[in-house]
């Protein structure tokens, strides 16, 4: 499934921030020579609801990401009965008692990060005979307080992830140093996802998703651009 662009009759409302956070990326695509159908926009709806939530479904955007199980546990499912096209995304730590929910839920998975939680997704594929797609999360920057792999062991991690766990690991996730330039963190995740034999690069957020499509993001994970501020914690 790929996030539709917005069709004729949709064209008409591009002034919502949702075409006109389409409209950004195919520009970015295009100017880094790239085909803007490569780059797939995950809107991020962490903390807002239905009634939000629905106005951007309605444009044609079927491609959702939520950072808690639970949270989206208890929005998508009714969601998803009136929309069957969505396309689900984990972006968020996950803590293996939760992979069950998460496999169950979930078409994308960007956050394995360890051993112990490759061995619960691995376990509860099996068990529900579901197989979401995976990304594994590199901590770029070395951050103490974040999730993700260390850099120098994620080729390695990778490499585990598929031949102890049998997971197919279609690609990286990163979520740069908030303070950083975050060019230099797409560069190395690139890098490492050609290592490491991963096609797909999920990287960049609102205030960065042109600069990691031109370092060849095939996902950005969009959400205040698109949904405005957000007031809760997330
Ligand atoms: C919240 C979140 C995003 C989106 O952030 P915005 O700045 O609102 O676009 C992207 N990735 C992850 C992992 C997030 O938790």
């Known amino acids: 499934m790929q996030s539709r662009p917005p069709n004729a009759d949709q064209m008409t409302k591009s002034d919502t921030p949702y075409a006109a956070v389409m409209a950004r990326i195919s520009q970015a695509a295009r100017a880094a020579a790239r085909d803007p159908q490569e780059v797939r926009l ?5 903390t807002f609801g239905p009634e939000r939530i629905e106005p951007v ?3 044609g955007q079927t491609v959702f990401g939520e950072n808690r199980v639970q949270e989206a546990q208890a929005k998508w499912p009714g969601l998803r009965e009136k929309y069957p096209d969505i396309e689900l995304h984990l972006i968020g730590p996950l803590q293996s008692n939760k992979a069950a929910d998460a496999v169950g839920l979930f078409d ?4 394995v990060d360890r051993e ?3 061995t619960a997704i691995a376990k509860e594929m099996a068990k529900q005979g579901r ?4 990304f594994v999360q590199v901590n770029t920057g070395g951050e103490a ?3 993700g792999v260390d850099p120098r062991e994620a080729a390695a991690f990778v490499a585990r992830c598929r031949d102890e766990h049998g997971l197919d690991i279609a690609g990286l996730m990163c979520l740069p140093p908030f303070e950083e330039n975050p060019g230099p963190h797409f560069a190395l995740l690139r890098k490492l996802a050609a290592e490491a034999d991963c096609p797909l690069l999920s990287m960049g957020m609102s205030a960065d998703f042109e600069t990691a499509i031109e370092f ?6 969009v959400g205040s651009a698109i949904f405005g501020e957000r007031h809760k914690p997330a």
Request: a positive charge; aromatic letters at 0%.
């Open 42 to 46: 995950i809107a991020v709806s962490k």
């Open 57 to 59: 479904i309605a444009q």
């Open 108 to 111: 994308v998975i960007h956050t």
């Open 116 to 118: 112990k939680i490759a």
């Open 131 to 134: 197989s979401p797609q995976l």
């Open 145 to 147: 307080q974040k999730s």
């Open 216 to 221: 060849g993001a095939t996902h950005v994970r």
